[in-house]
């Protein structure tokens, strides 16, 4: 039995997410059993857990944690109290070991918002099934938890069309 690896997508470059996808789509292609989740999404906004869920790739988005960069006067307190709900509902997952590969989307950003701990982060993804491959997106990622991982790819942006006034398209940046 093989060990999962822990892959990283981080920096202030596009993609992040859109590689994660691009992977779980792979991994049911090759009959693995994929699970994806999201934090700071909103349901119902984004496609890409619709998609998915067609390709019978589980998904969850945890649309009650909001980040604090879009939604600012969001009470601290109760965005950790969300997200304590949401790793019991994954330790559960973990419980079941069913799955091959998970992606958690934004995960990082929970760390690199100060709303959850880099030691939490860490022993939260140590305590999951050793054969669990896992993958991890979002700006911020801290030493440990690049000390950690077993990939790490760091996306820089070099240009963007916000730059130059333009606004976000539907289908090619949301």
């Keep these: 039995m093989r060990n999962g690896l822990v892959h990283i997508y981080t920096g202030e470059g596009k993609g992040k997410t859109t590689t994660a996808i691009g992977m779980a789509v792979r991994a049911k292609s090759r009959g693995l059993n994929t699970f994806f989740a999201q934090f700071f999404k909103e349901k119902n906004v984004g496609g890409e857990t619709i998609l998915l869920n067609t390709l019978d790739i589980n998904t969850v988005i945890f649309d009650q944690i909001k980040s604090p ?29 069913k799955f091959d590969l998970m992606i958690l989307d934004e995960f990082i950003c929970l760390i ?5 701990s880099e030691k939490d982060a ?26 950690y991982a077993d990939y790490i790819t760091y996306m820089q942006k070099i240009k963007h069309p916000k730059d130059a006034g333009i606004k976000a398209r539907k289908g090619i940046e949301i």
Aim: glycine share 4%; charged share 30%; aromatic share 10%.
């Design 69 to 97: 960069f879009f939604h600012p006067n969001n009470d601290k307190e109760i965005l950790q109290s969300e997200i304590k709900k949401a790793f019991s509902y994954l330790a559960n997952i973990f419980k079941e070991n």
């Design 122 to 147: 860490l022993e939260f993804l140590k305590a999951r099934p050793k054969k669990l491959e896992i993958v991890l997106t979002g700006r911020g990622a801290t030493p440990k938890l690049m000390k």
């Design 112 to 116: 690199s918002t100060g709303l959850l």
